[in-house]
């Protein structure tokens, strides 16, 4: 019988303190008959001992407005669904607790206490901050309400508040501080009660940036705002007043970095001191100041916590001849090492990383300024410790100073990136191919600390907006992305500038890098929100973000010049095409101009859909005008004669996937002189950060399937899969960031985690698998596999907001079978290689017929 499963309020699956008062509503089906959908539903709302029923007709289960008066803060409800499917209506939903927030800035009356107001511009010490308080009674609720300027962990009464780590992570802190709500009533107690909080720099004071870095860039000081509140068995909650309690000490990490890692000296934890009891006598007084006082304001978070989301044993362990011992953990990620040590009073651990090997030796080079060394000292007992305060990017570490011989399970790496629904799979009968896409699946993991980020290990790990502009597709395939995108968008629009400049990452930061916007780069502001519609149908991204997304694009109309096509400007073009000179990355093949005006066309398109879904039939006519402005220019500068971008295979692309061609001749013609260049470059690959997400869609959708299967089977430099027949277990920021003796790459700019290049594994999915969404949401999708390439079978999966789509395919002789699954409320198109094509419902499909485009060359 049909159930309703997966309900969510808001973006998140853990609804306590939900970061909107009318959070939208989604559900899944499961178990319905084949064709059958949703033909109504019913929403229950349990508030204050009241119910509310609501009915909504039809089939919408994604993202629903929330049909009930908005939450008041602090207020608790429970949802539940049930849906009307096949004439029979399901069982009500499992319930979900829904609390809302602090809405109102009166809310909040606790100070932020201030550990250390100043401190010399070098790698700082933590702090410990404890506040005893007694309560007459136990509670039977308790929240705290937890935020910091700096990286904090918080316990009650020596136990862990949560296991969040590097909270509250990183935004645009002049503009915006988030927090979290932490249910702690099974932590407190009748009598006295001790709150402990570990507090160091993070991203508010510590250094940060590159070419020298920054410090203090949001403020010299590091504080914690945490507001506890208990609701007594009468119903009545109270704030518990902590500001006299507060008590502050140097903690026992010497120094703190997220560049440059953890010292802890195990002996400077005073035992018990997070619970209650403790002599803070000789402890100072911290300085509070008043929350009315902060200029950010504050927001519950959107996104899922930081987590140790899984740790990893070495799969070798080898003692160097000086001693060291080297732990190859067979992934490169982003984490710690978690150490269990028995060591004498004193005895000192050191810890080091790397991504790689260079010479028989760590490759550190590439880290730049981020030494990426950990320590832990020892307090003469047994101990279990990993760094709190920092975190690196590698795949081999080595021990220098482990006492005695290392025993399993003594070392493990912690994998520390957002909690995030996996939400996407792909698998293929070549490995090379397999081990490419779980290398992107990690990239992503390891830059998806809080924020998308560029790489986890240099001295720079910043949320550069071109690269999550050209990988947003496949990361909203692959995990429940949402939370995070949507609280970095923010940022976007918190930061742009008053005509709509967007930086070039955010959060921005004034460290050496031109402050000039860049298209491609600057798009993100449109691009991102818009892809997130397409593949989720959050419609509120588009509405949230809509001022933003149209700053942008006016912006890019003041960059014009008397041609209609962008001049003169910042632009980082094509970068990092492998023709580029090394002192000049953006020197590309296609001009940089061409690529900002290519970008202005699509960008002011994307604008005027989102303004045709939001009902804004003004602004779609007004951007659309200027896309045709823009892009009449570029037929007279580049597009009337093709030839000249011959040589210049992004350029011929985006002729192609920017619908810049005149008519579908001129879009053909692109793309044969795209299939001329790429063969002629002998299916290496020729193009930078623009063009490579897009070369392959832009060969197989003009007829040139084999030239794309060729590309991405490619193993000499540079190619998607050098890397991967070097060993490489993540996608490299340059195609030969490694070189063929195994030498590292001499140029300053070379990181072995980047996942901008990985972005063509959106094209496994939806074009080597098949499965594309063709309405918001994937509600609607095309089935279209595209055997080549020698592949004998292919496969993808994806979690959609209405359920699990799986499409699979099999090549055997000249037949090719297929075989779908949609789950209810999704409907398909299936296009067969022969040509043929059928509609279908929900539920489990099978087809045969000829292979068609199958090719009986293997991919090498």
Do not use: K
């Not at 009500?92 to 932020?112: M, Q, R």
């Not at 973000?545 to 700053?551: K, L, V």
């Not at 540079?718 to 140029?747: C, F, K």
Request: include cysteine; proline fraction near 6%.
């Amino acid at each position: 019988m049909s159930a309703v499963v997966g309900l969510r309020a808001g973006l998140r699956s853990d609804c306590l303190g939900a970061p909107l008062a009318a959070p939208r509503v989604s559900w899944r089906i499961v178990d319905a008959p084949a064709g059958a959908s949703q033909e109504e539903a019913e929403l229950r709302l349990e508030r204050e001992g009241e119910v509310d029923t609501v009915a909504l007709d039809g089939s919408g289960q994604n993202l629903i407005d929330w049909p009930f008066a908005p939450l008041r803060s602090r207020e608790r409800t429970v949802l539940a669904v049930r849906a009307r499917v096949a004439g029979e209506w399901t069982a009500w939903s499992e319930p979900l607790a829904v609390e809302g927030a602090l809405y109102e800035a009166e809310a909040w009356t606790a100070s932020l206490v201030v550990a250390s107001a100043s401190a010399p511009h070098r790698t700082r010490p933590s702090w410990l901050l404890r506040a005893a308080f007694t309560l007459a009674e136990a509670p039977v609720r308790a929240r705290l309400y937890a935020t910091a300027q700096g990286v904090f962990t918080a316990s009650l009464n020596g136990a862990a508040v949560s296991d969040e780590v590097l909270a509250p992570g990183w935004t645009s802190y002049d503009h915006r501080v988030r927090y979290r709500v932490h249910d702690v009533t099974d932590l407190l107690r009748e009598g006295g009660n001790a709150l402990g909080v570990e507090l160091a720099d993070g991203w508010f004071r510590g250094n940060i940036g590159f070419d020298g870095g920054l410090w203090d860039v949001y403020g010299a000081h590091v504080g914690v705002l945490l507001q506890l509140e208990v609701t007594g068995p009468d119903g009545v909650t109270r704030i518990v007043p902590l500001d006299d309690a507060w008590r502050a000490a140097p903690g026992p990490a010497t120094s703190a970095g997220l560049y440059e890692g953890e010292a802890h000296d195990a002996r400077l934890l005073p035992a018990g001191w997070d619970v209650a009891g403790f002599d803070d006598s000789a402890w100072d007084r911290p300085e509070l100041r008043p929350v009315a006082d902060l200029a950010a304001r504050l927001e519950p978070a959107i996104n899922e916590p930081v987590r140790v989301i899984e740790t990893l044993a070495p799969v070798a362990v080898e003692v160097q001849p000086g001693g060291r011992i080297r732990l190859d953990f067979g992934q490169n990620l982003s984490g710690v090492l978690r150490i269990r040590v028995d060591a004498p009073a004193g005895h000192t651990v050191t810890l080091h990383h790397a991504e790689v090997l260079e010479d028989g030796q760590l490759g550190t080079r590439p880290l730049r300024r981020a030494v990426s060394v950990d320590s832990f000292t020892s307090a003469g007992t047994p101990a279990t410790w990993q760094p709190r305060h920092t975190i690196h990017g590698f795949r081999y570490a080595e021990l220098e100073g482990w006492p005695g011989a290392l025993a399993d399970g003594d070392v493990v790496a912690a994998v520390i990136h957002t909690d995030m629904e996996r939400r996407g799979w792909f698998a293929c009968s070549d490995p090379l191919l397999e081990r490419l896409h779980e290398n992107v699946v990690w990239s992503m993991r390891d830059n998806f600390v809080d924020l998308p980020t560029d790489c986890p290990q240099r001295d720079e790990r910043l949320g550069w907006t071109g690269d999550i502009q050209v990988f947003a597709p496949a990361a909203e395939f692959l995990y429940g992305a949402d939370g995070v995108l949507a609280s970095w968008l923010r940022d976007v629009a918190a930061q742009q500038g008053p005509d709509g400049w967007v930086p070039n990452f955010v959060p921005w930061l004034e460290c050496g890098f031109p402050s000039g916007a860049s298209a491609a780069w600057g798009d993100a502001a449109v691009v991102v929100p818009w892809t997130m519609w397409e593949r989720r149908g959050n419609r509120g991204i588009l509405e949230r973000q809509w001022p933003s997304m149209t700053a942008w694009v006016d912006h890019l109309a003041l960059r014009i010049g008397p041609d209609d096509v962008v001049a003169g400007s910042m632009e980082l073009g094509d970068w990092l095409d492998p023709a580029a000179p090394p002192e000049d990355p953006g020197a590309a093949r296609t001009d940089r101009y061409l690529v900002a005006s290519a970008y202005a066309v699509r960008s002011a398109r994307l604008v005027a859909r989102a303004a045709a879904v939001l009902g804004r039939p003004a602004d779609r006519d007004r951007y659309d005008a200027f896309a045709d402005r823009v892009l009449a220019g570029m037929r007279r500068r580049w597009l009337d004669d093709l030839d000249g971008l011959a040589h210049a295979p992004t350029g011929l692309a985006l002729v192609v996937e920017f619908e810049l061609a005149r008519d579908e001749a001129e879009r053909q013609r692109a793309g044969d002189l795209l299939s001329t260049a790429v063969r002629e470059g002998g299916h290496r690959v020729q193009t930078g950060f623009v063009g490579t997400p897009i070369i392959c869609d832009a060969l197989a959708s003009t007829g040139h399937l084999d030239d794309a299967y060729a590309l991405l089977a490619q193993t000499e430099c540079p190619s998607w899969l050098y890397p991967v027949t070097m060993g490489a277990t993540t996608i490299w920021e340059r195609w030969d960031s490694m070189l063929p003796d195994g030498s590292i790459n001499p140029g300053d700019m070379t990181s072995f985690n980047h996942y901008a290049l990985g972005a063509v594994v959106d094209f496994l999915h939806r074009v080597v698998a098949g499965l594309a969404p063709a309405a918001p949401g994937y509600r609607e999708v095309a089935i279209r596999p595209s055997p080549g390439g020698g592949l004998t079978w292919a496969s993808a999966r994806h979690l959609s907001p209405y359920g699990e789509i799986a499409v699979a395919w099999r090549v055997v002789g000249d037949e090719l079978s297929l075989d779908v699954e949609l789950p209810a409320g999704v409907t398909g198109t299936v296009i067969l290689p022969d040509g043929t094509s059928e509609a279908v419902a929900s539920g489990s499909h099978t087809f045969r017929g000829a292979a068609g485009a199958a090719r009986e060359e293997t991919l090498r």
